[in-house]
């Protein structure tokens, strides 16, 4: 049966290819926050059974990315909120 952290992170990465498709703000934020939400779990637990240093390199990528897409997102929020104007 496949673990449900290999669900979650399909359906994680479909959703954030979703939003950059539809330009939607709300969905990309929710999508990068579950990003994070799995990075710290494979941090914590490690990669379905396997938990050693390429697990956490693997976890630290997908919290670095969901806080990334986060970030920058907001940020284009903002910019974009006004106007354009910097």
Not at 23 to 42: E, P
Not at 65 to 85: F, M, N, P, R
């Amino acid at each position: 049966m496949i673990e449900f952290i290999i669900i979650g992170i399909i359906i994680i990465l479909l959703l954030t290819v979703g939003s950059m498709i539809i330009n939607n703000y709300v969905i990309g934020a929710l999508a990068s926050m579950g990003m994070i939400i799995i990075g710290i779990t494979i941090l914590k637990d490690g990669f379905l059974t396997i938990n050693n240093s390429l697990s956490q390199a693997f976890g630290v990528i997908i919290l670095c990315v969901g806080a990334y897409l986060l970030i920058a997102g907001g940020i284009e929020q903002l910019t974009t909120a006004d106007g354009g104007k910097e």
